[in-house]
């Protein structure tokens, strides 16, 4: 299911808002706006640079994954940083704000005070002095550390990121004129999936041609000290990549690959034609990560337990998750409803 036109921004928030002149006291808390500040409608027009994100995903033992995003700006004045809401393949406005955290903005040396809106609390306003060209954000993602706080998204061995959860970007702007260049720093020795062009790696840093905002929180990342990748078309554009705790959970079999590849042709025989350049079963063999199936363009989350290839047939119903994943690429993903 696709929830965002690609002609609205990732917050879709509502205009017509009237203007405060609210200010904050340095050193104190920020005072809540008498009147929520207006927030700038999408608008099809290119944002004036490329947003430049590093995430640093090195801190397993607490789960805190580390976000700075340069954010070039053309004027100064008031300008607003939205944090999504509408998150790819959810059913609901649910990116959890609550998660977020730490948030502190510059401008070359100076602290800018912000001000969260009162009524649209994805929305962050700020004042961008004369002369500034760039704006340093830094900010955190914390991951809940047990199920019932949330979808687990860090484990000491494994990650799930959705690069929605660890962005702000700019108000005003169709999320498909606002482009981003992301890396990602990982934990030594882990390996990573994703569908995203890799410009270079540097060491445990990895780099990505820039993309498109709306692309970048379709193209999620999985990561983790023992992983798998299988080829399951002939011509090799769609791969699974397999996580796991433990290295003897991803032992399969022909048979296990075969059905999977399986799946492949009988949906290029269904759908007689492929939308993407290549796809990713994106999978983590896990009870601790959150999640069960998420779809995108050219990938899909698949969360499934340790056992999915060991105990092959006592997970058989875990099975069909694959199928209604890769078939919402075509159908919520390729083809999505006129409004």
Not at 30 to 55: F, H, K, N, T
Not at 204 to 213: E, H
Request: proline fraction near 6%; hydrophobic fraction near 45%; charged fraction near 20%.
């Amino acid at each position: 299911m696709i929830i965002q036109s690609e002609t609205e921004d990732l917050l879709a928030p509502a205009s017509g808002m009237a203007m405060s002149d609210a200010k904050v006291d340095r050193g104190h808390l920020p005072r809540p706006a008498m009147q929520p500040e207006a927030i700038s409608a999408p608008q099809d027009v290119d944002y004036c640079g490329v947003l430049v994100l590093e995430i640093d995903a090195t801190d397993t033992m607490r789960g805190i994954v580390s976000a700075r995003l340069v954010v070039p700006v053309a004027n100064s004045g008031r300008m607003t940083l939205l944090y999504p809401k509408w998150m790819p393949g959810y059913h609901s406005p649910q990116n959890p704000i609550e998660l977020f955290a730490g948030l502190e903005i510059k401008a070359g040396d100076l602290v800018l005070d912000w001000i969260r809106d009162p009524v649209e609390v994805y929305a962050f306003h700020i004042d961008v002095p004369a002369g500034t060209s760039t704006l340093d954000v830094s900010f955190q993602f914390l991951s809940p550390t047990t199920s019932n706080q949330g979808d687990v998204v860090v484990t000491e061995d494994m990650l799930n990121l959705q690069w929605g959860r660890v962005l702000l970007y700019p108000a005003g702007y169709f999320a498909r004129r606002v482009e981003v260049q992301a890396s990602m720093t990982l934990p030594k020795g882990w390996q990573y999936a994703t569908v995203l062009e890799v410009e270079r790696r540097d060491g445990d840093t990895v780099r990505f041609a820039p993309v498109a905002l709306d692309v970048l929180v379709d193209s999620p990342l999985m990561a983790g000290v023992h992983c798998r990748e299988l080829v399951i078309a002939d011509d090799g554009a769609v791969r699974m990549n397999l996580f796991a705790h433990q290295a003897d959970d991803l032992e399969l079999t022909t048979e296990q690959v075969a059905l999977h590849a399986a799946l492949v042709k009988q949906a290029d025989t269904l759908f007689a034609a492929r939308h993407f350049d290549t796809y990713r079963f994106l999978v983590a063999l896990s009870e601790e990560l959150g999640g069960g199936g998420i779809e995108h363009h050219r990938s899909a989350e698949i969360i499934v337990p340790p056992t999915y290839f060991t105990q092959w047939e006592a997970n058989r119903t875990k099975r069909d998750v694959f199928a209604h994943e890769f078939t919402h690429s075509w159908n919520g993903k390729f083809r999505r409803g006129a409004d």
